[in-house]
């Protein structure tokens, strides 16, 4: 259903298991970064008044599952860390060029949403299924299906926006662009890592 072109190796949930802190904080920046992404896309293509008003929700979900994945690291008796770059993200921005048009600049922005959307969605599947423990297993099993959510909306409005035959191109060089990034990731305790 993703598209993913290289899925996660199952064993990076061995790798989270072991620093459960690390994975909490990363996800809870990634949530704060989806929130910042969402606003910046109303500030940017405020014309766009369907994508505003699918934004303005987002908005509040996003923040919600930030409070979220906060509380559980408070229940834990931990405290939130800094933010760290998320080097799957830095390389997956390089891929478009700069500059073109201000409708080609939306639909490049709406495909890397929809990506990173679809990646947090399969990592979140991984630990839904293969956590020990129980509590976070249905934790990241309801945030996948939002997650998943987000992957289609982003894409469709993508499709919306910009040509579809054109869009679907730069989709498919895109996630092939992702498997080889994915292929030197995988080793750290992050969502995308």
Not at 81 to 98: A, N, S, T, W
Request: proline content about 2%; some cysteine; charged content about 30%.
């Amino acid at each position: 259903m993703l598209g993913l072109k290289l899925p996660t190796d199952p064993r990076w949930v061995n790798i989270v298991e072991k620093n459960i802190e690390e994975i909490l904080t990363d996800h809870a920046f990634c949530e704060q970064k989806a929130t910042s992404t969402a606003i910046s896309l109303i500030v940017s293509f405020p014309e766009y008044t369907e994508l505003v008003q699918e934004m303005v929700k987002l908005v509040k979900e996003e923040i919600s599952h930030f409070q979220m994945v906060h509380d559980r690291i408070l229940e834990r008796g931990l405290v939130l860390g800094r933010d760290r770059k998320d080097d799957y993200v830095i390389q997956l921005l390089k891929f478009f060029p700069k500059g073109g048009s201000r409708t080609t600049q939306l639909v490049h922005r709406l495909l890397y949403a929809a990506l990173i959307e679809a990646r947090s969605c399969e990592r979140f599947r991984l630990l839904s299924k293969k956590l020990e423990d129980k509590e976070l297993r249905e934790f990241y099993k309801k945030l996948m299906v939002s997650e998943a959510n987000h992957y289609t909306m982003f894409l469709n409005f993508a499709r919306k926006y910009g040509d579809r035959t054109e869009v679907d191109k730069k989709w498919q060089d895109l996630l092939t662009y992702e498997a080889e990034i994915m292929k030197n990731l995988g080793t750290k305790e992050t969502v995308h890592g």
